[in-house]
């Protein structure tokens, strides 16, 4: 069972949501603006965010960005009418960890949310690492020289990946694919945002720097 947010100003969808994830057995709390998720997801923790991209007073992409920034590492569902790929890599750059386009099917977006869950509640600690960094995928968050790094789901994906295929050039169109399940063109920057905010945490604070970029080839850690 996960604590459930959603925030949707259409009362249908709302209720449709609110209704089958209860039903599936999940405690499920609905607000219907921007302004009231964000004041929501403030005043008590949520397993799931499952946010609409267009709300009335603030709308999905500002809510995301603004959880974002304030550190706010809970697993973001985006819901939109907007089915351009633009939207959708808009959406991923900014930190959601899905998107599903409407119209959907409860039955396709209950299997996106039983996946998050599931990869929250695994105990084992990931064994996926090197000298410097481990993954503890419990807890969705790294362990460097002895100093825990906290990371969204696409950030831990992204990290994951590196780590695997430690020492090897992965280009964009590679870990487009593999983390987010899309196909990008040159003009695309969502692993560019999402290599530069894993820096941040993972590089910036040490002398040592694990992530390069091979500019035209794409990214390594070594």
Aim: hydrophobic residues 45%; glycine residues 8%; aromatic residues 6%.
């Amino acid at each position: 069972m996960a604590r459930v947010l959603i925030v949707e100003d259409d009362l249908r969808t709302s209720e449709l949501l609110r209704s089958g994830l209860a039903e599936a057995g999940h405690a499920v709390e609905a607000v219907g603006d921007g302004e009231l998720g964000l004041a929501a997801i403030q005043a008590a923790p949520f397993d799931l965010i499952i946010l609409d991209a267009l709300l009335p007073k603030r709308d999905g992409w500002q809510v995301l960005e603004e959880l974002r920034r304030q550190g706010c590492q809970t697993p973001v569902l985006m819901l939109s009418a907007l089915d351009g790929i633009q939207h959708r890599v808009r959406g991923l750059s900014l930190g959601a960890d899905d998107y599903l386009t409407k119209p959907f099917s409860f039955e396709e977006l209950n299997l996106r949310v039983n996946a998050i869950c599931r990869r929250l509640s695994r105990a084992e600690t990931s064994g996926l690492g090197n000298a410097d960094v481990a993954l503890d995928e419990a807890n969705l968050s790294a362990l460097r020289d002895g100093e825990v790094i906290s990371l969204t789901m696409k950030e831990f994906a992204l990290l994951k990946l590196l780590l695997t295929y430690q020492g090897a050039i992965l280009s964009k169109q590679y870990i487009a694919k593999q983390v987010w399940d899309i196909e990008v063109d040159s003009e695309s920057n969502v692993v560019e945002v999402n290599i530069r905010r894993l820096r941040q945490k993972l590089d910036d604070p040490f002398a040592k720097k694990l992530i390069y970029t091979l500019r035209g080839r794409g990214y390594v850690l070594r």
